[in-house]
């Protein structure tokens, strides 16, 4: 997911009702549809369009691998991965403390969230 902003149906709506845009609309210009995934189309300055004065302008609303980051399956899964996310991540290893089982219950959103990413074993 390294890069890319996945949504989900329920994420595209409630973001473009938060910026008060039709969904349909909102889709057309920043979304990228595919037969599996959606997902925000990268503007050329930066990694993100909600990205803006180093803060997600969209924060109560953000996308579910956002509000759930770094609690992503692929992340959690080894501690390898873990650490190789938090060099590259300032906010990581500096909260409170996260149980490994809190920490999987958490990585459940991104599962239910993203079917079609993380397909069932
Ligand atoms: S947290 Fe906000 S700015 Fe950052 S990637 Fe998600 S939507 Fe974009």
Redesign the pocket.
Known sequence: MEGE?YLTEEDLVRIAKHISADPIDFEAKYVHRNPRTLRLRKPSDRQ?L??RDGR?S?HPV??VQ?RVFPFWPEIIESAEAWNETAVRCPGMNKGPLVQIESAEEISGEMRRAYPQMYPSP
């Open positions: 902003v993100c909600f990205h997600c969209i953000k996308p956002c």
